[in-house]
């Protein structure tokens, strides 16, 4: 009987054991407990984290974009002043060769008292500022038989009797108009018909 007993207490123990390894569907372990309120603790806290986090990002790129306005406004600035101030080179530049031009026919004026050759000298040197200004886009506005425009043209001068034909009409032209990139720099003082 003892016998019985022992395997019976065996079985007992085993059983025991057994129970000790697998827990029941009843009973909860007490990690699994801490895990959950850890987790609800991180819910909780969790939007108001990322809403920060949103803040802080959005704060970095205000300040980021303002500094970047800042830098392109100083920028702009400076390319304006050195506008201003250089704006002019490209043209002083392309006159520099009549410039030269110039004083070359005025040492030859002094050892020449030919009037012909000073007369060809200048007016190579006029034909080569023309083609310069040309270059920058300066033109001559044309006053030859031209109707009177406003736009164009400023009367200096009104020449009464000249005929139905001339009335409105530029008869002469007392100083060049000139347009830069069709843009007048300078109207033509012209004399009108009436």
Known sequence: ??????????????????????????????????????????????????????????????????????????????ERAELILNGGEKTIVALLPVIDDMERAMKIGEKTDDPQVLREGMELIYHKMMKTLEGLGVKKIDTTDADFNTDLHAAEALVPGMGDDKKGKVIDCIATGYTLNDKVIRHAKVAVGQ
């Open 1 to 78: 009987m003892e016998e019985k007993e022992i395997n019976k207490d065996e079985e007992t123990v085993k059983t025991d054991e057994m129970s000790a390894e697998q827990p029941s569907d009843n009973v909860t372990d007490e990690n699994e407990v801490e895990v959950t309120n850890d987790e609800e603790a991180q819910e909780e806290k969790d939007p108001l984290e990322a809403a920060q986090e949103q803040i802080a990002d959005l704060k970095d790129k205000y300040l980021r974009q303002v500094a970047e306005f800042d830098n392109y406004r100083k920028r702009t600035l400076k």
